[in-house]
């Protein structure tokens, strides 16, 4: 059974720095895409940045480009999410996921098929 459990959320002024991380266990993630995505109050769920199997791929929506980084440790599992410069826009539930299908590249979350339950960020002005 997959499970990815997130961490790292919080409160923070704007302009302050927060990582996350997701701890995956129950397969091999190293041929999968992983990502991060989020939801605000009222909003629809968006990709924040997703990365490849082998690192060498990432996306960034344009809202977070140059503030945040998307980084995986295949050997752990894990996939972080380095946030940088934030908003309060930028408040939100984080979301890890992941992809069923190997090998397949997307940056759409209506893609991925395994969810972690959140950790919220919050962004106060």
């Known amino acids: 059974q997959v499970q990815l459990v997130e961490s790292g959320g919080g409160l923070v002024q704007a302009g302050g720095s927060l990582r996350l991380s997701c701890a995956a266990s129950g397969r091999a993630f190293s041929n999968y895409v992983m990502g991060w995505f989020r939801q605000a109050p009222g909003k629809e769920r968006e990709s924040v940045a997703t990365?490849?199997?082998?690192?060498?791929?990432?996306y960034y929506t344009d809202s977070v480009k140059g503030r945040f980084t998307i980084s995986r440790d295949n050997a752990k599992n894990t996939v972080s999410l380095q946030m940088n410069s934030l908003k309060p826009e930028d408040t939100a539930v984080y979301y890890c996921a992941t992809d069923r299908t190997p090998l397949h590249w997307t940056s759409n979350y209506r893609d991925m098929d395994y969810w972690g339950k959140g950790t919220l960020v919050t962004v106060s002005s």
């Open positions: 990365i490849s199997w082998s690192g060498r791929t990432t």
